[in-house]
């Protein structure tokens, strides 16, 4: 079956860093997506990554290794809007989003 | 440019009855698709279109169908609404990605919570 994995809840001060991780196991590989879903919203989109290494898009980063069937988040400099559920998906071979649980992502100050 | 629209935001059904969502895009995308969000889980497909008069099952398909009649609109019925259709339901839509990879970012509405009582 296909599976990706991601920590439930994680918890971060403001102004720090913090890596949010996923792993996967999907039949076959066309890409990675990271959400940012804010509470009672919508999903938003933050990285798409296809190819092995980092993504630098502002104060968060992606990153793939797809030979280890994983991916990270890295967000910097912590603000408290930052605050919100992150959703790693994969673009399996069908092209159909297969989407981890989300990790939901505290911020203290 | 309002993006994509679902009605209605709340409701609240009855064991068996019936009930249509609505979702509508503006940005003249090909794909739309229904999930559902239920707590613990991912997002899990019910039904999606890639384009104007067709449809086709996700991963969750039972106990709903929809119809694509316009490019713009996707409709999700619940013919007998069951209490396991208690949810909150997102409506997304995507155009095509370039052969080079490009991401075929979804733009999700922003939500329809239903209960069945």
């Known amino acids: 079956g296909q599976n990706i994995d991601q920590p439930t809840e994680m918890t971060a001060t403001e102004g720090a860093i913090v890596q949010i991780n996923c792993t996967y196991q999907?039949?076959?590989?066309?890409?990675l997506f990271w959400y940012q879903q804010h509470a009672g919203e919508a999903p938003t989109f933050l990285s798409y990554n296809v190819l092995d290494g980092l993504e630098e898009k502002g104060r968060f980063s992606s990153f793939l290794s797809r030979s280890k069937g994983y991916s990270y988040l890295l967000l910097k400099e912590l603000q408290m809007k930052d605050s919100a559920s992150y959703l790693c998906a994969v673009l399996d071979s069908n092209y159909q989003l297969i989407w981890g649980a989300g990790t939901k992502l505290i911020i203290k100050p | 440019n309002a993006g994509v629209t679902q009605t209605p935001k709340f409701r609240v059904l009855k064991t068996g009855q019936s009930m249509t969502l609505l979702c509508a895009q503006d940005?003249?995308?090909?794909?739309m698709y229904w999930y559902r969000q239920d707590p613990g889980m991912g997002l899990r497909l019910i039904h999606y279109?890639?384009?104007?008069?067709?449809?086709a099952k996700g991963e969750v398909p039972d106990g709903y169908n929809v119809s694509r009649l316009k490019k713009q609109n996707f409709l999700l019925g619940l013919e007998s609404a069951a209490p396991s259709q208690t949810s909150v339901y997102f409506c997304a839509s995507t155009t095509l990605g370039d052969s080079s990879g490009g991401a075929n970012v979804l733009t999700f509405g922003a939500g329809s919570r239903l209960t069945v009582l």
């Open positions: 999907t039949s076959g590989f066309n890409g």
């Open positions: 279109s890639v384009g104007e008069g067709t449809t």
């Open positions: 940005m003249n995308h090909e794909y």
